[in-house]
């Protein structure tokens, strides 16, 4: 029987997983790299250690099951969304990677979106232009560094990186492209128009290619820096959450998968495509192939810091480094009160996206007293960021989302009291999976159908993979919607002040807000 190796380049590491064709995973490893914000309103990574963590976390997988080590039929690809690398003609980086939370191209946003108008672009490619896309950072490069724009022959994501060096080909999926808004969400290829508007000649972009399609083949160099047999076929893989609706299971709407990773995403399965004409979510390709009823897209609103937010207390608590810091913190937090003693956390550290879509948008406790504790910070964080996921999800309802049950998914899955507060804030089920590693899992059903294996085993396995069924409280739900309706009026009274703040951040001088 033959073995399949599963890869996924997240925000903060490299994961691996080995598993049979029949779905047994019998190996995980990952390798962690950090995030470099050389100014305050970016985010870099550098490729290099991508490839350090795969590599490292290819070898550590092998080793723990050394009998599949000989036997690999194929290699899947998941990714983190957005990023952009350049690369010269001979596959070499420019520059260091700008991924999704960065922030510097603000103006590029303002700018494209005036360029092509706002109806034009969310009509071509599915969704509003944001900062961090890569069809922003590409115009802040020519703009900012046109000599590294000059010199770059490819424009590549994280996941088509790591393939490149896998295997020496460029190409990218539908889902990862849409993610771009570079991609014509319906054609599922590359907008002509928009890249006429952006002066970016399509010879720079990889070709687009189906998810589950073999781009290529284990190189001997790769092999021999991963231990993996060369000539293993490689498959082109797809976005990190087209990846998760596959490895949780979610492929109808019926289900709502949310995720709190770094980011939060409340994500909808779609056979058709739904736009919001108000620009405030995402409708992406999903890895999926349009017909016969199939959700070959996703509806997604994104929340930029929800395990961040709770990472951030944890190092300002000063238990960055601590063995078991987040297990103590939800213990603390399990004694506060629902609400927090009266203490809400508007969780904004790097801007929103849904609903606001406002990158000068900050972080807020409101209702701070001498009476709170490390608890009740816990709580409103662990609140709060839920808070945000429903007036994210709030978005999806008006294009008509009615699920039934939720999924839910990433780090925040693990915790018993956030799934809880899930279901009394949104007042559904919810059903979490018991691995936080379903992107990965997403790519290994793209390498065992890429290869003609057949991705139902491991289809069978997510749903098998879920916990428990978590209900929610009626009378919680009550009292929080009473919460939630206090959160979501913050940032309209709070806008002009956040952008007041953002500029004493940057100049170190005050400006004035409407009003004065």
Known sequence: MGCLLGIDIGTSSAKVLLATEAGEVVARASAEYPITRPRTDWAEQDSEDWWRAVVAGLRKALKAAPQCASDIAGIGLSGQMHGTLLLDDQGAPLAPAVIWPDQRSARQVAEITSLVGRERLLELTGSPLATGFQAATIRWVQQHDPDVWRRARWVVLPKDYIRYRLAGAFATDPSDGSGTLLLDVRQRDWSDEVL??????????????????????????????????????????????????????????????????????????????????????????????????????????????????????????????????????????????????????????????????????????????????????????????????????????????????????????????????????????????????????????????????????????????????????????????????????????HRDDFRALAALRSTGSPVSVAGE
């Open 196 to 493: 006429d508007a952006l002066e970016i000649d399509r010879r720079r972009l990889p070709p687009v290619q189906p998810s589950s399609c073999v781009a290529g083949s284990l190189s001997a160099e790769a092999s021999e820096a991963t231990g993996v047999p060369a000539g293993v076929p490689v498959v082109t893989g797809a976005a990190d959450t087209a990846c998760s609706l596959l490895g949780a299971g979610v492929l109808a709407p019926a289900s709502l998968l949310l995720t709190i990773s770094t980011g939060g995403q409340v994500v909808l399965p779609a056979a058709a495509v739904a736009i919001d004409r108000a620009g405030r979510a995402h409708t992406f390709c999903s890895a999926l192939a349009p017909g016969d009823g199939r959700a070959a897209w996703y509806e997604m609103a994104a929340t930029l810091a929800a395990g961040l937010s709770l990472r951030w207390l944890r190092d300002v608590l000063g238990l960055a480094g601590v063995e078991g810091a987040y297990d103590q913190m939800v213990a603390w937090a399990t004694a506060a009160p629902l609400g927090a003693g009266g203490l809400l956390y508007l969780p904004y550290l790097l801007g929103e996206r849904t609903p606001h879509m406002d990158p000068l948008a900050s972080g807020m406790l409101l209702g701070l007293t001498a009476s709170h504790t490390r608890a009740h910070l816990v709580r409103a964080v662990l609140e709060g960021v839920v808070m945000g996921c429903w007036d994210a999800y709030t978005v999806l309802v008006e294009l008509g989302a009615a699920p039934v049950e939720i999924v839910m998914a990433g780090g925040g899955a693990r915790s018993r009291l956030w799934q809880q507060i899930v279901a009394d804030i949104f007042g559904l089920p919810v059903r979490p999976l018991l691995a936080a590693d379903q992107s990965t899992l997403g790519a290994l059903v793209l390498a065992a159908d890429g290869v003609g294996l057949g991705g139902a085993a491991f289809a069978a396995n997510a749903v098998a993979g879920r916990g428990a069924v978590v209900e929610p409280d009626a009378q919680h739900h009550a009292q929080y919607q009473e919460l939630v309706a206090l959160f979501r009026d913050q940032y309209a009274k």
